[in-house]
């Protein structure tokens, strides 16, 4: 079944996540050591088809690639000479890992478990694939205020019944 994979690259870890066949959902995957990398990916190609790779590209506030960049421009080198026939999508990355740690709190992980960065990395890696999918497929992550049903509007309970 076809796939697209999530890619948060770190020098030592590299965090991966993977699209439902409909393409609408990211699933953390795997962390995988940085050096064994392009094994796991071969292997993982040999069960599965990946249409596409969505990599994190880290940014500054103003837009401008980080220093961390160049490290990402030459795994991306390394990632289309191994695959050159799968596409690569850059995804910017800002906020990753507050956000992975955000849903690791809300899903109601212990501080212990929240502190293994492998668990970051491929949390990382599914927010920087979700939002690539809700981008390319029209989804927003909060419903419009219009089609927010009026039974639940806070405008309809007894403290503040709409006139």
């Known amino acids: 079944m076809d796939r697209i994979i999530g890619i948060d690259f770190g020098r030592k870890r590299i965090g991966l996540a993977v699209s439902d066949p409909l393409r609408i959902f990211a699933s953390a995957l795997e962390t995988v050591q940085n050096a064994k990398i392009m094994d796991y990916l071969k292997k993982y190609a040999e069960t599965e088809t990946i249409v596409r790779f969505v990599v ?8 401008k690639p980080s220093e961390a960049a160049a490290d990402v421009d030459a795994f991306l080198k390394y990632l289309s ?4 026939e799968i596409p690569v999508t850059l995804e910017d990355e800002r ?16 501080a212990s478990q929240r502190r293994d960065k492998e668990s970051v990395d491929k949390i990382s890696a ?3 694939l979700q939002s690539y999918l809700d981008r390319t497929n029209g989804n927003t992550a909060c419903p419009l205020p219009d ?17």
């Not at 994190?56 to 837009?63: E, K, L, R, S, T």
């Not at 509007?153 to 006139?163: D, I, P, Q, V």
């Open 56 to 63: 994190g590209y880290p940014v500054n506030m103003d837009g």
């Open 81 to 84: 000479k191994t695959f050159p």
């Open 95 to 110: 906020f990753t890992s507050v956000l992975a740690h955000r849903a690791m709190i809300d899903g109601g992980m212990k």
């Open 126 to 128: 599914a927010i920087i």
């Open 147 to 163: 089609s927010i049903p009026d039974s639940l509007c806070m405008a309809n309970t007894r403290k503040g019944r709409r006139k």
